[in-house]
């Protein structure tokens, strides 16, 4: 069967099947009014999440230790219900990390993963509600594979991409299913020799780009490429040019046919500050701070586009400890009362709603279990 016509199955199909034989998780925090939800339930050592929200419902995905390795978790959100979390299906002794969840045009969510053996890194590949065995994307052998980045291009393909390297130089690939073949193609985007490209974001559509910082010389500078039927063709990543490199912003997409947007970190002398930039404020203006506490330290930014205006997310820590933060416009919101969060990730919902992931209750080794609340 093509991956089209898995990932058109409804996500609804995986709530049912999970909610006929088991309970929802439950409520165990508050933040300001709105129900916590512990997504991870049964699982203490938990890292990198993932999310995302379609017409159906919400995606989540980590990366669990259990039974002495990592494996990757996935639960939805039905009918405003969480499912239990299930593992998705690997090889039985890797140690799997940094899930992607993407939801396409038709609303049906698919995950990448990594699957790290002893002797060599696999890409992996899978609709959520399916139970056939996931797909290889790519298999490094030697080498290493890391940022997994998915995508949908306008026909509804899945578009992975990468970087992959060998610890002294890097370079970024891309991955697209061919239906009619049943096979994944890669296509490499950068192929200098000693390159140190890193960090690619795949924004799907109609006309899907990749993203990516390439070293030049002492510092990075973003490059782009628009994907197309035969391949890939360079693009100027136009006022993206003025974003400092060497910080290395996060990037999230706007409307089509605009730049993304993007969040980073810049020191200053009494803390960090976070700036944004906005390809659709004016001239001018597109680049702002966001005000943050004297002495501060903001960390692991996340951003997305919401219903009328870009959202953030970030971890501030102070001497008093340290709390995740979201910004919306004006409105500004603070997650506390729980310890060590961090990684926080944000989704947008089809109402301009916004979902926040993101781990608590660390211990030792930066991991603890999977929050989710709704923010609006």
Avoid at 261 to 278: C, H, K, R, S
Wanted: charged share 20%; with cysteine.
């Amino acid at each position: 069967m093509s991956v089209a016509k898995q990932t058109g199955r409804l996500l609804t199909a995986l709530g049912a099947a999970l909610l006929a034989t088991c309970g929802v998780a439950r409520a165990d925090v508050v933040l300001d009014g709105e129900a916590m939800i512990t997504v991870s339930a049964g699982a203490d050592l938990c890292h990198d999440p993932a999310i995302a929200v379609g017409p159906n419902g919400a995606v989540a995905a980590w990366s669990a230790f259990i039974d002495g390795r990592n494996r990757i978790q996935i639960a939805a959100r039905i009918r405003n219900e969480w499912t239990p979390p299930r593992f998705a299906l690997d090889s039985g002794t890797a140690d799997c990390r940094e899930p992607i969840v993407a939801i396409d045009s038709n609303g049906s969510p698919a995950l990448v993963w990594i699957e790290a053996e002893t002797d060599s890194h696999v890409l992996k590949f899978s609709p959520v509600v399916s139970r056939e065995d996931p797909q290889t994307v790519y298999s490094s052998g030697q080498g290493m594979i890391e940022t997994p980045s998915l995508g949908f291009d306008g026909q509804g393909r899945p578009l992975v991409a990468w970087t992959e390297g060998n610890g002294a130089s890097y370079s970024v690939a891309l991955s697209r299913f061919d239906s009619d073949s049943n096979t994944w193609t890669k296509i490499p985007l950068t192929m200098r020799p000693e390159a140190y490209d890193i960090l690619p974001t795949v924004f799907g559509g109609p006309q899907p780009t990749v993203h990516w910082y390439a070293l030049d010389g002492q510092a990075f500078q973003m490059k782009s490429a628009l994907i197309e039927e035969r391949g890939w063709r360079s693009q100027s990543v136009g006022e993206l040019d003025a974003l400092p490199a060497n910080r290395l912003p996060i990037l999230y997409q706007t409307a089509p046919g605009l730049s993304p947007g993007a969040i980073w970190v810049e020191p200053q002398d009494d803390g960090e500050l976070l700036l944004t930039y906005d390809p659709r404020r004016a001239e001018g203006d597109r680049v702002r701070g966001l005000p943050s506490q004297p002495a501060a330290r903001q960390l692991e930014p996340d951003a997305v586009d919401g219903r009328t205006e870009p959202a953030y997310a970030w971890r501030e820590e102070t001497p008093q400890g340290s709390d995740l933060l979201v910004q919306s416009g004006p409105e500004r919101l603070r997650v506390s009362g729980l310890e060590h969060v961090a990684q926080p990730r944000l989704a947008a919902g089809p109402n301009g709603e916004l979902h926040l992931l993101f781990i608590s209750d660390q211990i030792e080794g930066g991991t603890g279990q999977v929050y989710w609340t709704l923010l609006r």
